[in-house]
């Protein structure tokens, strides 16, 4: 099974989904926790559509300096329009193992869902920990995708979906070992906080409902019939019409600081 591509198509849905409002409480926590400050370098590793780096701008001011990569070129693009005129944000086309920065160059770290996309996390972590400060911050956010919860008419068919879906990442279940891997990598003071989001009506512009279109868009791509996977939206917005709707996922913030 191949994984998600980040191609121009899935970059619009990403924007729209971190533009709904459980995308926008979520990324002000994560910006709470790595507590940026005035003059300080922020990396940020798979900026996607740029929403994180945009806030991140004003956060460290005029004096400081964000610096987005990604492998994906739509999402490099999309990121630079949404940051156009900000003379203190750049975005690099690159490897999460490979970063293009020397060491001990930034103050902070951030990434969100996207080490679990990456198939050598060990190696990433090794780099984040190379161009960051003694001192620095890291901040990674990442979902357990075995703790979902989303109510299904078909329980089995849902089960038969998500089966699938779970092939678009290098690995569904990350979070189960991220904190070993942050104390391998040498980073010290490693902790871990939940993040939970629920959503109990069926509303468009919601994650839960983005994510039908990604879901449904990516598991059609690796062969489930069209038919399957159409019926399978059609009914969580229909229990979404009748007051039955209900979607949970459970995502985790990692953090560490470099000795």
Same mark, same amino acid.
């Given at each position: 099974?191949?994984?998600?591509?980040?191609?121009?198509?899935?970059?619009?849905?990403?924007?729209?989904?971190?533009?709904?409002?459980?995308?926008?409480?979520?990324?002000?926590?994560?910006?709470?926790?790595?507590?940026?400050?005035?003059?300080?370098?922020?990396?940020?590793?798979?900026?996607?559509?740029?929403?994180?780096?945009?806030?991140?701008?004003?956060?460290?001011?005029?004096?400081?300096?964000?610096?987005?990569?990604?492998?994906?070129?739509?999402?490099?693009?999309?990121?630079?329009?949404?940051?156009?005129?900000?003379?203190?944000?750049?975005?690099?086309?690159?490897?999460?193992?490979?970063?293009?920065?020397?060491?001990?160059?930034?103050?902070?770290?951030?990434?969100?869902?996207?080490?679990?996309?990456?198939?050598?996390?060990?190696?990433?972590?090794?780099?984040?920990?190379?161009?960051?400060?003694?001192?620095?911050?890291?901040?990674?956010?990442?979902?357990?995708?075995?703790?979902?919860?989303?109510?299904?008419?078909?329980?089995?068919?849902?089960?038969?979906?998500?089966? =699938?879906?779970?092939?678009?990442?290098?690995?569904?279940?990350?979070?189960?070992?991220?904190?070993?891997?942050?104390?391998?990598?040498?980073?010290?003071?490693?902790?871990?906080?939940?993040?939970?989001?629920?959503?109990?009506?069926?509303?468009?512009?919601?994650?839960?409902?983005?994510?039908?279109?990604? =879901?449904?868009?990516?598991?059609?791509?690796?062969?489930?019939?069209?038919?399957?996977?159409?019926?399978?939206?059609?009914?969580?917005?229909?229990?979404?019409?009748?007051?039955?709707?209900?979607?949970?996922?459970?995502?985790?913030?990692?953090?560490?600081?470099?000795?």
């Amino acid at each position: 099974m191949a994984q998600l591509q980040f191609d121009e198509a899935t970059s619009r849905l990403m924007e729209e989904f971190n533009a709904s409002a459980g995308a926008t409480r979520r990324r002000r926590r994560l910006l709470e926790v790595l507590a940026l400050k005035p003059g300080e370098h922020v990396l940020d590793v798979g900026p996607g559509p740029g929403h994180y780096a945009f806030e991140m701008a004003s956060a460290v001011g005029d004096s400081g300096r964000v610096a987005g990569v990604d492998n994906a070129e739509d999402s490099i693009g999309t990121a630079q329009r949404r940051c156009s005129g900000l003379a203190n944000v750049g975005f690099h086309l690159g490897d999460a193992v490979a970063l293009p920065f020397g060491e001990a160059t930034f103050d902070a770290a951030i990434s969100t869902q996207t080490f679990e996309y990456l198939p050598d996390v060990g190696a990433a972590l090794a780099e984040m920990f190379r161009v960051l400060k003694p001192g620095g911050r890291v901040l990674i956010h990442d979902t357990e995708w075995g703790a979902w919860a989303w109510h299904a008419s078909d329980r089995a068919r849902m089960n038969r979906i998500m089966e =699938v879906w779970d092939n678009h990442l290098a690995d569904p279940h990350l979070p189960r070992t991220l904190g070993s891997k942050l104390n391998a990598a040498g980073f010290a003071d490693v902790g871990v906080e939940p993040l939970v989001h629920v959503e109990t009506t069926y509303d468009p512009a919601s994650m839960s409902a983005i994510l039908i279109r990604f =879901v449904a868009g990516y598991v059609t791509s690796q062969g489930v019939p069209d038919s399957e996977a159409a019926a399978w939206a059609d009914d969580l917005r229909a229990l979404g019409s009748r007051g039955e709707y209900f979607f949970s996922s459970n995502e985790y913030i990692f953090t560490g600081i470099t000795p």
